[in-house]
């Protein structure tokens, strides 16, 4: 897994929309990678409502967010469009820049042990190095940990 110091993996991959996003357009500011599992499922959806609902905090501290997952563009546009959420969300249904990041290993869910996408956030500062790393995230209050860590809260 990439840690604090290490330069953020590059990454270009299609929104909910269909338009592509590099890494390198983000730099100017802060920019939040999260990753997150499935779409529109309970933990995944509390995590993303959870950067809606402080989405406007998040924009007036300058903090850019997107999300990864493995789901189809389609399956991206749909949950965006369910929840109303104001940032792109990136299909890697080969999971390239999710196992560049290290978001991707072995989970213990029931006492079942299986590998699977690590919910995990990664803090880029402008110069596209990793500043913290959020390991199993609180999902209903991730945006505030972000905006807490990044000092816009």
């Given amino acids: 897994m990439i840690e604090p110091g290490q330069k953020a993996p590059t990454f270009s ?8 996003h590099t890494l390198d357009q983000f730099s100017g500011g802060p920019l939040v ?15 993303a409502c959870s950067f809606r609902d402080n989405w406007q905090a998040l924009v ?5 967010v997107v999300g990864i997952s493995a789901d189809s563009v389609e399956s991206h546009a749909a949950f ?10 990136l299909s890697d249904p080969e999971m390239e820049v999710i196992k560049a990041y290290g978001a991707y290993g072995e989970k213990n869910m029931y006492g079942k042990k299986f590998e699977g996408i690590l919910r995990t956030t990664f803090l880029i500062d402008s110069d596209g ?3 913290r790393v959020f390991k199993r995230p609180k999902s ?5 940990e972000v905006l807490t860590a990044l000092g816009g809260a």
């Fill in 129 to 131: 190095v990793v500043t």
């Fill in 140 to 144: 209903a209050i991730h945006a505030e």
């Fill in 33 to 47: 990678v999260y990753f997150y599992p499935k779409d529109d499922t309970p933990g995944c959806t509390k995590e």
């Fill in 13 to 20: 991959l299609p929104d909910q929309a269909g338009t592509v």
């Fill in 80 to 89: 965006a469009g369910k929840f109303s959420l104001p940032f792109p969300l």
């Fill in 60 to 64: 007036d501290a300058g903090i850019s």
